[in-house]
């Protein structure tokens, strides 16, 4: 079976040092992918009392969407999802930058048009969500990454980013890679993205570029994530 799927994924786009009055509680987050397929997500992490963000212990929750194609034999189905997840973060950080791990159940209804009974993955299904973020910053430069495993399903996806800081504003630009998939496939991804931020609180990052599935002829992305803190 043979999938065209590019997932959307939410790093958590911190600054590693804000000049707040008092200490962010959260960020929340947004965004969504285009290819061949689409896919959209939106989420919050909320620090737990005691904690802030970027330190202790958090809470995130997230709700996601989308459709993709993918071939049976002859027959092309069209798979429409809906996802929902819930997890607890230990939130790092220090003046190398920040590192979130995290653990929770997930929730996704897939409903298949037509039916495909080998799919075993149509319906409901829950799984156990294994999910890592951060990055390395520097004056110049910072190398963010996103890490994520189901434990049922064996669903990983992994992405860098490598991004050069331009003047004092919060405008980054540089270049991403990464691979995704489950026993079933894998695709790999590459490109190129521009962050900005708008205000002390506020980042906006566009990506676009290149990705490759097993089997399948190269297709362009292109993915907007929106991130705020609060």
Do not use: C
């Amino acid at each position: 079976m043979n999938r065209t799927f590019l997932a959307a994924a939410a790093p958590l786009l911190l600054a590693a040092a804000p000049a707040w009055a008092d200490a962010p509680k959260g960020v929340a987050y947004a965004g969504g992918v285009v290819s061949d397929s689409a896919s959209g997500y939106a989420g919050a992490v909320v620090s737990l009392p005691g904690a802030s963000l970027g330190h202790g212990l958090a809470l995130r929750a997230g709700v996601g969407g989308g459709r993709y194609h993918y071939n049976a034999g002859a027959t092309e189905i069209t798979a429409d999802y809906a996802s929902a997840d819930l997890a607890l973060v230990e939130q790092v950080s220090g003046s190398w930058g920040w590192a979130n791990f995290s653990a929770g159940p997930q929730f996704t209804h897939t409903r298949l048009s037509p039916v495909d009974l080998g799919n075993q993955r149509r319906g409901s299904r829950w799984d156990a969500g294994l999910q890592t973020d951060g990055a390395l910053d520097s004056p110049g430069w910072r190398l963010s990454w996103l890490g994520s495993y189901g434990v049922v399903d064996e669903e990983y996806q992994a992405q860098l980013e490598l991004g050069r800081k331009l003047g004092s504003k919060g405008l980054r630009l540089g270049i991403e890679g990464g691979i995704q998939g489950d026993p079933s496939y894998r695709k790999l991804s590459g490109g190129a993205f521009v962050a900005a931020s708008l205000g002390h609180d506020f980042e906006v990052q566009v990506s676009g570029g290149v990705s490759k599935e097993r089997g399948q002829s190269s297709r362009g992305y292109a993915s907007l994530s929106l991130a705020k803190v609060f």
